[in-house]
């Protein structure tokens, strides 16, 4: 999901939205099952997709580690070009 939509539950969520889930999902695909260098990087790479903020007052949320992805780049370098320069165009998008 989007950051937004992670971070606003009420929100009806928009293309933009599922274009950055399209991103993370591709993001997501690529550090589980491709080659890479740096792979102590991969771990904390991984946690962004794993997270869960419970409040009492307004529910479930996440995003918090995406936007920080998103704001800082990937640390992690594709062995395979293609794969690395789409994922750094995308990124620079959004």
């Given at each position: 999901?989007?950051?937004f939509?992670?971070?606003?539950?009420?929100?009806?969520?928009?293309?933009?939205?599922?274009w950055?889930?399209?991103?993370?999902?591709?993001t997501?695909?690529?550090?589980?099952?491709t080659?890479?260098?740096?792979?102590?990087?991969?771990g904390?790479?991984?946690?962004?997709?794993?997270?869960?903020?419970?409040?009492?007052?307004?529910?479930?949320?996440?995003?918090r580690?995406?936007?920080?992805m998103i704001?800082?780049?990937?640390?992690?370098?594709?062995?395979l070009?293609?794969l690395?320069?789409?994922i750094?165009d995308l990124?620079?998008?959004?």
């Open positions: 999901m989007s950051v939509l992670l971070q606003n539950n009420h929100h009806v969520h928009q293309i933009l939205d599922d950055e889930s399209a991103f993370h999902v591709l997501w695909s690529a550090l589980c099952y080659v890479y260098s740096h792979q102590d990087d991969v904390p790479q991984m946690k962004p997709y794993d997270e869960v903020d419970v409040h009492r007052d307004r529910g479930v949320e996440g995003g580690l995406k936007r920080d704001q800082n780049g990937l640390k992690v370098i594709f062995h070009p293609a690395h320069k789409l750094n990124h620079i998008f959004f």
